[in-house]
């Protein structure tokens, strides 16, 4: 990797700058960053707002005709609304330019399978967003970098095309937090960033994409080196000294958000991050990947620090939200919530005649949610004991609660699904993962995944 022969390259961070920078937020750090000093364009004082987003994977139009092959990888994959994850990207563009957030942050898998031609294009709309007056920041997630799986669709055949490196990604976004870090990690693509002189973003890469092309397929785990270990403290302690709250953000979760989708999802080794974050005093962390809207929490027993893992749900899944992370400069205090993105709103506005997305909503959680009954059916249908007509309740039942897992509403007026006699057939143990991840759904206790206050405490 060469990142650190640019010349952007935040160097070592002396013991003795850090004393003598006390908490000074117009301090001059020539001795850390070659480009000068700590420049945010947001003043202390000032309320900030964050749009958060994830787990876009966009794909380029220029890269699908729309034919059988480009319908068969969709009906075989998990959900994602790749036939209109362009309207769905441009109808989210819609909503930051009418509501003006000051900062957008992308924490990961930008594109499909980590196509050049896909990173490209999204590149263009960023700079919309950015020409607007909101400021973006990126990081890459396990589909962005050295994917072999990277196709484009013509007809009846997926043909391979273009992926980029770690290097090209740093180019492509380069002025979407890159070219204004504070501090860069020598051995991945994280980064220290000051949108705020109150509030900074630590953007952590914790993708492993080295091997991929040897392995001839994207490495789906995530973690982080002892080495960039000490640059998160280098950064937190930089931080401490201009009196600026750390947020983190990273693609892969810092705590499960299933108790049976979590290998591959949650951070190798999470425990020794935790405990580095809360030593930090870093108080929650952005993550996606999982694609689920969920908040998971971890307190240490000792101490009674606290610490939250938020994951936004997948800006290509139904149901298409994005987080809200308003920063109160009085209070030093966080809240986050979730808001839908307006499809409906912009095909309107652009005279767009496709009645799915004059009716995105609707039409989402229903092509979602057959998915769902779909998959469940399939592997009962070989169950012996049900009949078709229990079977088909059970597939309800399961497509109901994966709906409100996703949304993230899995607590909130589901008394019915679990009164209901598919899920009380549910719970007769049919063999198999998807009767483990029924029962991981229904014992989430978490009051609200929508909403979170984070106080300085």
Not at 189 to 205: N, Q, T
Not at 365 to 371: N, Q, S, T, Y
Request: glycine share 6%; hydrophobic share 30%; net charge negative.
């Amino acid at each position: 990797m060469n990142i650190k022969n640019r010349i952007f390259i935040i160097f070592v961070i002396f013991s003795s700058f850090l004393i003598s920078c006390g908490a000074n937020k117009n301090v001059d750090t020539k001795e850390v960053l070659i480009t000068g000093k700590i420049e945010p364009k947001i003043k202390s004082g000032e309320d900030v707002t964050f749009y958060v987003a994830t787990d876009i994977h966009y794909l380029s139009k220029s890269l699908t005709d729309g034919g059988e092959a480009f319908q068969n990888f969709i009906d075989s994959g998990d959900g994602k609304q790749l036939k209109y994850i362009d309207e769905i990207t441009d109808a989210f563009i819609n909503d930051i330019k009418k509501n003006r957030p000051q900062v957008l942050i992308i924490s990961g898998d930008l594109t499909n399978n980590g196509e050049k031609k896909s990173h490209e294009d999204l590149a263009k709309k960023l700079k919309i967003v950015e020409d607007s007056g909101t400021s973006v920041y990126v990081i890459p997630g396990n589909h962005d970098i050295l994917n072999p799986w990277a196709r484009e669709f013509k007809e009846d055949k997926q043909l391979k095309t273009d992926y980029i490196s770690d290097k090209d990604f740093e180019d492509i976004y380069g002025e979407y937090g890159y070219k204004e870090a504070i501090s860069r990690d020598n051995n991945t693509l994280s980064y220290l960033s000051a949108p705020s002189e109150d509030v900074w973003l630590l953007m952590l890469d914790t993708c492993q994409y080295k091997d991929n092309e040897k392995n001839k397929k994207p490495q789906t785990d995530g973690r982080i080196t002892d080495e960039t270990y000490k640059w998160i403290e280098e950064c937190s302690k930089l931080a401490k000294d201009n009196d600026a709250e750390l947020v983190t953000v990273m693609h892969h979760n810092l705590m499960d958000h299933s108790e049976v989708v979590k290998d591959g999802f949650t951070l190798n080794d999470n425990q020794k991050a935790i405990n580095n974050f809360l030593s930090n005093e870093i108080k929650f962390t952005l993550s996606g990947h999982i694609h689920v809207q969920d908040i998971s929490s971890y307190k240490n027993s000792e101490s009674s620090k606290k610490i939250y893992d938020i994951t936004t749900g997948a800006l290509s899944v139904y149901p298409q939200k994005y987080g809200v992370l308003k920063y109160s400069s009085p209070n030093k205090a966080f809240d986050y919530s979730t808001e839908w993105v307006n499809v409906e709103g912009w095909a309107k506005e652009n005279k767009n005649t496709d009645t799915n997305l004059l009716s995105f909503k609707e039409y989402s959680k229903k092509a979602f949610g057959d998915k769902a009954a779909d998959m469940a059916y399939i592997n009962l249908a070989d169950v012996k004991g049900y009949s078709i007509e229990q079977i088909n309740l059970m597939s309800e039942t399961f497509k109901d609660l994966n709906l409100k897992y996703f949304e993230g509403t899995e607590n909130i007026d589901n008394e019915s699904i679990l009164n209901s006699e598919g899920y009380k057939l549910w719970q007769t143990n049919p063999p198999g993962f998807l009767a483990k991840y029924i029962q991981s759904i229904s014992s989430d206790k978490d009051t609200d995944d929508n909403n979170l206050h984070i106080d300085n405490k």
